[in-house]
């Protein structure tokens, strides 16, 4: 997997990702507040209130899930709750509250726009258009939308999905994604929608759909989940380049400033890799292993994050 999307992404599309994740990261250099005056509208909000909202999905494993007793954990969460802290000195306020609220992929837009949540940490895809909209961190993941399908179904690619059923979750970039591809290759797919990853992972296990159509980490982390690497495999070229990031409110440079030096932080530290292994490489608390090491891309983009001296020598 590592070797196929590291040939698949060029240097400038690494470039163009990274200058995109940070494009409102870079607009001011914003310091400390004591008080609520001079904070950005997010930031003093946050220190009224004495409590940060993050954003959570229920099946986006290892990114964002749920553990055994219905907690909120994951590798975007550990990402996030990073930034709190980093929040908590902004506002002069170590004791931040975090308060965990469940998006699904067809809302999380909506819920940073409308101010029901302060930072969105799932499994989300930073792209153009929706940079038009929202902030986003520095990356943190790169993926592409791949193919789930049952073993022995002599399905080894889209286009053997010709006239036949495909899943994607609604309001992912996956579901752009195989519709694009449906067009340009005139499959004749019937592309049906499902409210979240895991209600797309039931249908092709009741028979529904003959595949399901999203990032192939996401994929790996449900199959692993359901311990179902007997019955399912991910097949097929990648459809879509999909980098991942924090998303926040756009039009916010003090907040967009506060993130990225959380992830400096966590760069000069040499925390990032530990991060990643942590939850890509070792058992998660959940019990499964999806083995998947870190990308040559990614790798370079958490190198980027180290302002330690030694990085510099």
């Not at 902030?135 to 286009?159: H, Q």
Request: proline share 4%; net charge neutral; with cysteine.
């Amino acid at each position: 997997m590592r070797q196929t999307l590291a040939r698949s992404l060029t240097s400038g599309g690494l470039l163009l990702a990274a200058s995109l994740l940070a494009t409102s990261l870079f607009a001011t250099s914003a310091r400390a507040q004591t008080g609520g005056e001079g904070l950005s509208p997010t930031l003093a909000a946050v220190k009224k209130a004495h409590t940060v909202r993050l954003g959570y999905r229920e099946s986006s494993p290892p990114f964002s899930f749920l553990d055994q007793s219905g907690r909120p954990i994951g590798y975007s969460l550990e990402l996030c709750e990073a930034i709190v802290e980093e929040i908590g000195i902004e506002v002069d306020d170590p004791n931040l509250k975090i308060d965990y609220v469940k998006v699904t992929s067809d809302d999380r837009i909506d819920a940073v726009l409308q101010n029901k949540i302060d930072l969105e940490c799932g499994s989300t895809t930073a792209n153009a258009e929706r940079g038009k909209r929202v902030a986003f961190s520095p990356l943190m993941f790169v993926a592409g939308t791949k193919l789930m399908v049952p073993k022995g179904a002599a399905i080894s690619g889209i286009a053997d999905l010709k006239g036949r059923t495909v899943v994607v979750t609604k309001g992912t970039t996956n579901e752009q994604a195989i519709h694009a591809v449906d067009k340009k290759l005139s499959l004749g797919l019937n592309i049906v929608t499902a409210l979240d990853h895991e209600q797309s992972f039931q249908m092709v296990n009741d028979g529904k759909a003959d595949a399901f159509a999203t990032d192939d980490i996401l994929l790996y982390g449900l199959i692993a989940r359901h311990k179902a690497q007997e019955y399912f495999c991910v097949v097929g070229d990648y459809l879509s380049y999909d980098p991942y990031g924090i998303m926040f409110r756009k039009g916010e440079p003090q907040l967009s400033a506060v993130v990225e030096r959380a992830f400096r932080k966590l760069g000069s530290n040499r925390d990032l890799v530990p991060l990643y292994n942590k939850w890509f490489t070792a058992r998660l608390p959940t019990g499964e292993r999806l083995n998947v090491p870190i990308s040559l891309q990614l790798e370079e983009a958490f190198r980027a994050m180290d302002d330690s001296a030694s990085a510099n020598n």
